[in-house]
């Protein structure tokens, strides 16, 4: 395949009649899917955009977005979505990084902005979530004739992507990366033409998007849906016999209740994978005891290289607290701060070499500088590799197996020592009945940084402290134990389903003026 546009065409003439897409009532065919996708991208064509010319996606998570992608696909040129989420500033600033020459969406999302893309000149095309209004026989596709010309090596997609601070980043992804992504993932999860795969992860989140792609790789149905309500997450799993599901840790507090799984059972549903943080051994087994037919495998990724590690179902309770091996033909790399690798149980920076590299960010050349190296391993005469550094921080075991210890570079220094916030939350979770747990430092005048928790907990109540602190005591050296704890219901995510350490630390200090308010209040008494 030279483009993601081809990859559907032939999928479209292979299995033409095949369901392909479903979201709410409507339910499309892979050759319906490619007619509504051509229809257009021939309108696209009219209003100019050309070869290479970036045209932003701002839809919901729908069937709408899923045309638009490979309508633009069809025109040559580079699509990005554009989170729903984000505020009007955000979506500016997206626009301009991008230098979108046009844009589609819903009427909804665009009106309040028309007059900043007309400001641009930029063209904007209306399209709803339930996609178009083909009629059968209008306008007929050739199924045989390819009418694209991008190859592997030409850019598909900028995925914009964010920590806690900043602007958004744009990584540039080649044809050849979501191509790879599509026949490797559908490979080692054995994706197939009679999978339903369940889609509630967005497709600006380059784990979403993949799902998609495999799907098209491998002729399987997929399934979008708004993950808002679990109990809706569970009966949709039920209903549509749904047989592949990919969440992020964030979902498992949400699913793992008696109440709501303690009699339903899911025959069909053959895998979850999980990806995006650490998953406790006690998580595994509460997943693993709720869905006993399905196979759990932990995944793990950069935005800059797709898809790193995948740790087998056969594997996650011999192996508490792996991220597992390199995926097919992938190499991971430990390297120390020379560069040098890692001896076993030795802590480095995990590297990424071989399929997935991207081109890197988007008009930021000192990141790239930072975040892409080029390796030169022993044959002296071979050009220089692009590699990338994933900045978290790593080990191996002897049998290749690598356990992740969180960032090297959001480390809490509390009484002069360096402290891994990662590890940290995995000492945490070790507590029964806590179910997400994210850790912090703020500012501390005797500490220099007071270590701060913010949990979840699966009952929806809080843990007791000293329980907490007990299990925490078993993996951590004292200096590490956290010094406050957070309970939330939920915690606070950004646009991009990361966890919002601003909101979490502007709580901790909006707390701790009402309580310097209430001291002097009371003084003043």
């Known amino acids: 395949m030279k483009n993601i546009a081809e990859m559907l065409r032939w999928r479209a003439l292979q299995t033409p009649d095949k369901a392909a897409v479903k979201f709410l009532q409507t339910e499309l065919t892979w050759k319906?899917?490619?007619?509504?996708?051509?229809?257009?991208s021939q309108r696209l064509g009219d209003a100019g955009v050309r070869r290479g010319d970036v045209v932003g996606i701002y839809l919901d998570h729908s069937l709408g977005q899923v045309i638009s992608i490979f309508a633009i696909a069809l025109r040559d040129a580079v699509f990005t979505i554009v989170n729903p989420q984000l505020v009007h500033d955000q979506v500016k600033h997206q626009v301009q990084d991008a230098s979108m020459t046009a844009i589609l969406g819903s009427d909804e999302m665009l009106r309040p902005l028309q007059d900043f893309f007309a400001n641009r000149m930029m063209h904007v095309e209306y399209i709803s979530s339930a996609g178009l209004e083909v009629r059968d026989g209008e306008n007929p596709v050739d199924l045989t004739v390819d009418t694209t010309g991008n190859i592997p090596a030409d850019v598909s997609n900028y995925i914009y992507t964010s920590g806690s601070t900043g602007l958004a980043k744009?990584?540039?992804?080649?044809h050849r990366t979501l191509l790879d992504g599509a026949r490797i993932v559908s490979q080692?999860?054995?994706?197939?033409?009679e999978d339903n795969i369940l889609s509630i992860l967005p497709f600006s989140f380059d784990y979403g998007?993949?799902?998609?792609?495999?799907?098209?790789?491998a002729g399987a149905k997929i399934t979008l849906h708004h993950f808002i309500f679990p109990k809706e997450l569970v009966e949709i799993l039920q209903s549509e016999e749904i047989t592949a599901l990919a969440?992020?840790?964030?979902?498992w507090p949400k699913i793992l209740k008696p109440k709501l799984l303690g009699n339903v059972t899911f025959p069909r549903l053959r895998y979850i994978t999980t990806a995006g943080g650490f998953h406790s051994p006690e998580l595994l087994h509460d997943a693993s005891s709720y869905f006993p037919n399905t196979e759990i495998i932990v995944m793990y990724g950069l935005t800059e290289s797709f898809r790193s590690t995948y740790l087998p179902f056969s594997e996650i309770f011999n192996r508490p607290g792996s991220i597992g091996r390199a995926v097919p033909e992938v190499e991971i790399l430990v390297l120390n701060e020379q560069g040098q690798p890692c001896a076993p149980g030795e802590k480095g920076e995990l590297v990424h070499r071989g399929a997935f590299v991207t081109y890197g960010y988007l008009n930021n050349a000192e990141l790239n500088e930072k975040k892409f190296i080029r390796l030169n391993h022993s044959n002296e005469s071979r050009l220089p590799e692009l590699a990338v550094r994933s900045g978290d921080q790593v080990s191996l075991d002897k049998d290749g197996f690598i356990y992740f210890h969180g960032r090297m570079d959001q480390q809490i220094k509390s009484s002069?020592?360096?402290?891994s916030p990662d590890e940290v939350a995995q000492a945490v979770l070790t507590t029964p009945g806590i179910g997400q747990a994210?850790?912090?430092?703020?500012?501390?005048k005797a500490l220099g940084e007071a270590i701060h928790v913010a949990y979840e907990s699966f009952n929806n109540e809080p843990v007791d402290i000293l329980e907490i602190k007990r299990h925490a005591k078993n993996s951590l050296a004292t200096y590490a134990i956290p010094h406050h704890y957070h309970y939330y219901p939920q915690i606070p995510l950004n646009h991009n389903g990361k966890t919002d350490f601003t909101r979490l630390k502007n709580n901790v200090i909006a707390q701790a003026a009402s309580r310097e308010g209430q001291d002097k209040r009371s003084h003043g008494r």
């Open 32 to 40: 319906e899917v490619y007619q509504q996708a051509f229809e257009l």
């Open 170 to 174: 744009g990584v540039v992804v080649p």
């Open 188 to 193: 080692y999860l054995k994706i197939n033409a």
């Open 209 to 217: 998007l993949n799902q998609l792609m495999s799907a098209v790789h």
């Open 247 to 251: 969440v992020v840790p964030s979902v």
């Open 416 to 419: 002069g020592f360096r402290i």
């Open 438 to 444: 994210v850790v912090f430092g703020m500012p501390d």
